[in-house]
Nanobody, 122 residues
Framework: QVHLVESGGGVVQAGGSLRLSCTAS????????MGWFRQAPGKQREFAAA????????YADSVKGRFTISRDNDAKNTVYLQMNSLKPEDTAVYYC???????????????WGQGTQVTVSS
């Protein structure tokens, strides 16, 4: 069952911007951190950015200074990824991730969204 819903992907020219959103369902609780991973064609999924429940952020070197991850102040189960100065190499499917508990799971596990396509044209 998918508990994360992403939106905001699309096609943009190099140098442009996009903002991705991810909302976790109410079935997820005690979310310790949320983040974004991405997978380009023919490549493995890689980490992009993450934010903890306390607001600490972490970024991959490849996106540092261009991407900003944030959480909704009112809805703590929503995170955003503001992507600026996009490059063709940022083209990938972007997946939302959360480390959280689900009812009956007995422990926290990684949860994944279905992904949203980001395409940057040169």
């Amino acid at each position: 069952q998918v508990h994360l819903v992403e939106s905001g992907g699309g096609v943009v020219q190099a140098g442009g911007s996009l903002r991705l959103s991810c909302t976790a369902s109410e079935r997820l609780f005690s979310i310790s951190h949320m983040g974004w991973f991405r997978q380009a064609p023919g490549k493995q999924r890689e980490f992009a950015a993450a934010i903890t429940s306390g607001g600490q952020t972490q970024y991959a070197d490849s996106v540092k200074g261009r991407f900003t991850i944030s959480r909704d102040n009112d809805a703590k189960n929503t995170v955003y990824l503001q992507m600026n100065s996009l490059k063709p190499e940022d083209t990938a499917v972007y997946y939302c991730n959360a480390y959280a508990w689900t009812p009956g799971s007995g422990r926290a596990t990684d949860q994944w969204g279905q992904g949203t396509q980001v395409t940057v044209s040169s």
